[in-house]
């Protein structure tokens, strides 16, 4: 059964700093991997989608990259502002189409 | 731009109350997936569907029905609200072409309480 671990499961840093935030699954047969923003109360923003055959995607200040075999994502953030913070979410698609998601990562960035 | 849309933000339900959520998408997906989310527990799949009166139990269906009578709309009811279901509602929804599964994506979520 695929489970998703996010490490660390809370993140508070100041402003400016690069960061990056690590999701690893448990089984290797994905068809892709998605990562998700999601505001308190809010529903989810997605990111960036890296798919099985891809080893990394960009977007502006995000940089998400993908190791299959070893079970593991992160998620790079340049030069963090305010407006960053929130819980990240990182999911992975088996061949059913369902999303399995991990618990997520609260990032909290410091005027 | 996808735009998933879900029928209200919040709604306030009393317990044994039958209770419909409705989604709506408009980029003609095939998949379309309701979850829940709690506090420690994460989202978790309830119901999805691949097509037009089609639909498959997620992780946790219990106590949940859904239907799909056209594409671009896919509905959650609960047939008699408890209090255990008070939580957060998400509806997603995706494309297929060619065997490849596309992101998914969400709607804003009802914030659903059951008193």
């Known amino acids: 059964k695929q489970e998703v671990t996010q490490i660390p499961a809370a993140l508070s840093v100041p402003e400016g700093e690069n960061l990056v935030l690590n999701c690893s699954f448990t089984d290797s047969a994905i068809y892709n991997l998605q990562w998700f923003r999601q505001d308190p109360g809010k529903g989810l923003t997605s990111l960036l989608l890296?798919?099985?055959?891809?080893r990394e995607q960009t977007s502006g200040r995000l940089n998400a990259s993908l190791d299959k075999s070893s079970g593991r994502s992160t998620l790079y953030i340049a030069a963090s502002q305010p407006g960053d913070s929130a819980t990240y979410l990182c999911?992975?698609?088996?061949?059913?189409?369902?999303?399995?998601f991990g618990q997520g990562t609260t990032l909290q960035v410091k005027p | 731009d996808v735009k998933v849309t879900q029928s209200s933000r919040y709604l306030v339900k009393r317990t044994g109350e039958k209770v419909f959520l409705e989604c709506v998408q408009d980029m003609d997906h095939e998949n379309m997936f309701w979850y829940r989310q709690d506090p420690g527990l994460g989202l978790r799949l309830i119901y999805f569907?691949?097509?037009?009166?089609?639909?498959e139990k997620g992780d946790i269906p219990e106590g949940y029905s859904v239907s799909r009578e056209k594409k671009e709309r896919f509905s959650l009811i609960l047939e008699s609200a408890s209090t255990n279901q008070t939580s957060m509602y998400l509806c997603?929804?995706?494309?297929?072409?060619?065997?490849?599964?596309?992101?998914?994506?969400f709607g804003p979520g009802t914030r659903l309480t059951v008193t």
């Open positions: 997603a929804s995706s494309l297929v072409t060619s065997g490849s599964i596309h992101e998914q994506y």
């Open positions: 890296i798919q099985s055959s891809q």
């Open positions: 569907s691949y097509d037009v009166k089609m639909k």
């Open positions: 999911a992975v698609t088996g061949n059913t189409g369902k999303l399995i």
